[in-house]
């Protein structure tokens, strides 16, 4: 006797953007296409952070004062915790029809347009997406999503950042700037204290060190400053740099609860594309009787 079959799975592994998925979708990322700039931000982080904390730091701590490795210390860690974060993090994503209509959650029937909606011009629909667009969300042509409270995409994070993890953005370039002025004070005491007593070699190595190193300070610290005055007037960056008004209250910083659940179990459909990374152990449907 035949028996019909039900297939169901995670809802990460039918996800239809071009967001990635690893430890079997209890973490999502952007897109492939970012690997190179985010690689590039870790190995910059990685590497220039790993001679003051395994040889800098400790000298300081001996000659000078324990005080200033502690703040290095902390600040470089939390910069490393919040990158994490602000990568890993669902930035806002707003499902697509077809995953709403997949998770049967009725919270977010409202966000699938109706005939009633064709002729309200105040509605705004994403085409891709077919929902309709919150104030202040946006489509990412890289992610391939509809982000709530969509700030930017950030090919260096390798995500978007949106009202769900720009919290977690602003803290991360703002340890980044406290660990690289840190390290920088720590740098220039070394040279001067534990180095050489040579001024002249002092003055060679204060030039060819201090000078790059002040540079990168000023460009993140500007960054800094460019997200402050964005939370004070309280818009996004495409807000800002398009010249938008604000069509909304809706707080650009607020850790909401995420619209859906990537492991969530669902059934897959015939026409369904399963959705696979090198990270996955298996990708075969979970097949149960019907």
């Given at each position: 006797m035949n028996q019909n079959k039900q297939q169901l799975v995670h809802l990460y592994q039918l996800w239809p953007s071009n967001n990635r998925f690893f430890c079997r979708g209890r973490l999502m990322t952007g897109p492939s296409a970012d690997n190179t700039t985010n690689l590039f931000t870790w190995l910059l982080i990685l590497l220039i952070g790993a001679p003051f904390i395994f040889y800098i730091s400790p000298q300081i701590w001996i000659v000078l004062h324990p005080s200033l490795p502690i703040i290095s210390y902390v600040m470089y860690f939390s910069c490393v915790l919040f990158l994490f974060l602000t990568q890993f993090t669902d930035p806002g994503i707003i499902p697509r029809k077809e995953i709403i209509e997949k998770m049967k959650d009725e919270n977010l029937f409202h966000l699938i347009p109706s005939e009633a909606d064709n002729n309200n011009y105040n509605i705004r629909i994403c085409i891709t997406c077919m929902i309709k667009k919150p104030p202040r969300s946006n489509h990412c042509a890289e992610c391939d999503?509809?982000?709530?409270?969509?700030?930017?995409?950030?090919?260096?994070?390798?995500?978007c950042i949106g009202k769900r993890n720009y919290a977690y953005f602003?803290?991360?370039?703002?340890?980044?700037?406290?660990?690289?002025?840190?390290?920088?004070?720590?740098?220039?005491?070394?040279?001067?204290?534990?180095?050489?007593?040579?001024?002249?070699?002092?003055?060679?190595?204060?030039?060819?060190?201090?000078?790059?190193?002040?540079?990168?300070?000023?460009?993140v610290f500007g960054l800094l400053i460019f997200h402050i005055f964005l939370i004070i007037t309280g818009k996004t960056t495409k807000e800002q740099l398009k010249n938008l008004d604000m069509n909304s209250n809706d707080r650009k910083c607020e850790r909401t609860k995420s619209l859906f659940n990537y492991r969530l179990i669902v059934e897959k459909l015939q026409y369904d594309q399963i959705k696979s990374d090198q990270h996955m152990v298996d990708v075969n449907p979970i097949i149960i009787p019907a």
């Open positions: 999503n509809c982000v709530d409270v969509f700030d930017h995409h950030c090919p260096f994070v390798n995500n602003i803290s991360f370039i703002s340890t980044l700037t406290m660990a690289a002025i840190s390290f920088g004070i720590e740098l220039l005491c070394f040279i001067i204290l534990i180095a050489t007593s040579d001024q002249k070699v002092q003055q060679i190595l204060i030039i060819i060190l201090m000078i790059p190193f002040g540079i990168c300070i000023i460009l």
